[in-house]
Structure formats: structure tokens, C-alpha cells
């Protein structure tokens, strides 16, 4: 009798540990013993947060909500921007930047558009474990869109990557709803590499600045060498309806 009780408690100790656990667990817990990112890791991130927020702007040759320090881009090699008009609500807004400097060719997708009805439509396109891909799950409605915006951009992304000698990274970019389109994006064309010439996985990259949740924990850890997520700390400004200047500012000067 003894015995069953103590094997008892001890399940019940268990039980108890586990749910203290859970309820108090925070997103904290899971970087916490990460290293902290290196010069060469972190330098592309304030550029590319500043091509992101160039999607904004309906013309970079006069643009009207610069960031502090500009968006310091050359606005001839924007090679392609598309609207919510073009994309018909399949995918947010992007551009597509020839960085003849840094030699990248980036796609880069702005994010939510709280006043928008078809953003809210793609990301509420999903439920648990609707949508398989590669030995994990995806958020269907994102993976969507980032089939979307491949089927109507290889063409392009493909002639610029061979046209620039194979030699140019191609990086996908995207904030919030964006980011979650640009790393499933991401994922097929690691997966598809004849969809962009023949493109090696090294040469391919994804910024996803504070990124939605897209994918199962096994494929974030699978693809962490391609697509790097960019939290951003609770002391920066809430996300707003507007070109998020003051946010991607505090990424830049702080």
C-alpha cells in the first residue's frame, strides 16, 4: 500500500512540475543560451529592414516617409514592384532590388496591412495541421502566397541571378505577414533550386523581421542556416497601420 502511494506522489509531483513549467514557460527560454550574433551575422539586417520599408513607398525618387539616414538605395535597381492590385490579394506588396553593392538580389515583402481585408484573408487561411510540407507543418495560407509570388517572379529572379554571373546572393526579405511568405518562400526554393537556375542553398538567404508563425519547430531548426528571424525587443513601438518607420529606427540607431 505504501509503495502505490509513494509511486502516486511522485506521478503527481511530476504532473504538477510539468504544467509549473508550461504555464510559466517564455518565448525568452528559447534563446537563452543562444551566442550573440556576430558583426558579419547582424550587417545585413538595418539594410534590409530599410528594403523592406521601401515597399511602402510609391516612389523612392521622392520618397515620403524616409527613414532617418534615407532608405539608401539606389532607386534604378528597383528591378519590379508590385501592388495589392497586381497581386489581386494573393500575397502582400513587394519589390524586387538589384543590390549591385553588396551583389544580393532581394525580394523583399512588406507586412500586414491592418486596413486591408485581403491580408486578413491569407492569414486566416489555416488550421492545425492542415498543411504538410517536408516532414513538418506550414501555415497554408502563407505557403499560398509564397507559391504565389514564385510562380509569377522565377522567371525574373532567375534571369537576374544568371545575368549577375550565379555569383549574387538571393535573399528574401519580409516584416511580420511579409516574413512569413518570404521564409516559405525560402524553403521552395532551397527545395526547387531549378526554379532560379540552379541556385546553391549557400547562396540563398531570409531575413523575417518579427516573423509570423509559419512553420512546425522542426523546420525552423532544419532551415535556421537560410532563414534567420529577427525578434524585436518588447521595449521597441507597437506595429501600426503606417510604414513602420519608428520600429525599424530603433533597429538602427540603438
Known amino acids: 500500500m505504501s509503495v502505490s502511494c509513494g509511486v502516486e506522489c511522485v506521478l503527481v509531483f511530476g504532473c504538477l512540475r510539468w504544467a509549473w513549467k508550461r504555464c510559466t514557460y517564455i518565448g525568452n527560454d528559447d534563446s537563452a543560451t543562444w551566442p550573440t550574433a556576430t558583426y558579419e551575422e547582424f550587417e545585413p539586417v538595418p539594410r534590409l529592414c530599410r528594403t523592406i520599408l521601401a515597399v511602402y513607398e510609391p516612389n523612392l525618387h521622392n520618397p515620403k516617409y524616409p527613414p532617418e539616414g534615407g532608405y539608401r538605395l539606389n532607386p534604378d535597381w528597383v528591378i519590379k514592384r508590385v501592388t495589392y492590385e497586381q497581386t489581386s490579394g494573393q500575397a502582400p506588396p513587394y519589390l524586387i532590388y538589384c543590390d549591385h553593392e553588396h551583389q544580393e538580389i532581394v525580394l523583399a515583402i512588406r507586412g500586414l496591412n491592418l486596413l486591408n481585408e485581403s491580408d486578413y484573408k491569407v492569414l486566416l487561411d489555416n488550421r492545425l495541421g492542415q498543411q504538410m510540407f517536408d516532414g513538418g507543418y506550414v501555415h497554408h495560407g502563407l505557403l499560398k502566397s509564397a507559391v504565389w509570388v514564385l510562380n509569377n517572379e522565377s522567371e525574373t529572379l532567375k534571369k537576374l541571378w544568371i545575368d549577375n554571373g550565379k555569383s549574387y546572393k538571393m535573399i528574401f526579405a519580409g516584416h511580420?505577414?511579409?516574413?512569413?511568405?518570404?521564409?516559405?518562400?525560402?524553403?521552395?526554393?532551397?527545395?526547387?533550386?531549378?526554379?532560379?537556375?540552379?541556385?546553391?542553398?549557400?547562396?540563398?538567404?531570409?531575413?523575417?523581421?518579427?516573423?509570423?508563425?509559419?512553420?512546425?519547430?522542426?523546420?525552423?531548426?532544419?532551415?535556421?542556416?537560410?532563414?534567420?528571424?529577427?525578434?524585436?525587443?518588447?521595449?521597441?513601438?507597437?506595429?501600426?497601420?503606417?510604414?513602420?518607420?519608428?520600429?525599424?529606427k530603433s533597429i538602427f540607431w540603438h
Open 176 to 248: 511580420s505577414l511579409g516574413s512569413g511568405v518570404a521564409s516559405l518562400l525560402t524553403i521552395i526554393v532551397v527545395n526547387h533550386k531549378d526554379r532560379l537556375g540552379g541556385i546553391p542553398r549557400s547562396l540563398v538567404r531570409c531575413y523575417a523581421v518579427a516573423p509570423a508563425r509559419c512553420m512546425s519547430l522542426n523546420l525552423a531548426v532544419k532551415y535556421a542556416d537560410v532563414i534567420h528571424s529577427v525578434i524585436l525587443q518588447d521595449d521597441f513601438l507597437p506595429r501600426t497601420a503606417t510604414p513602420l518607420e519608428d520600429i525599424f
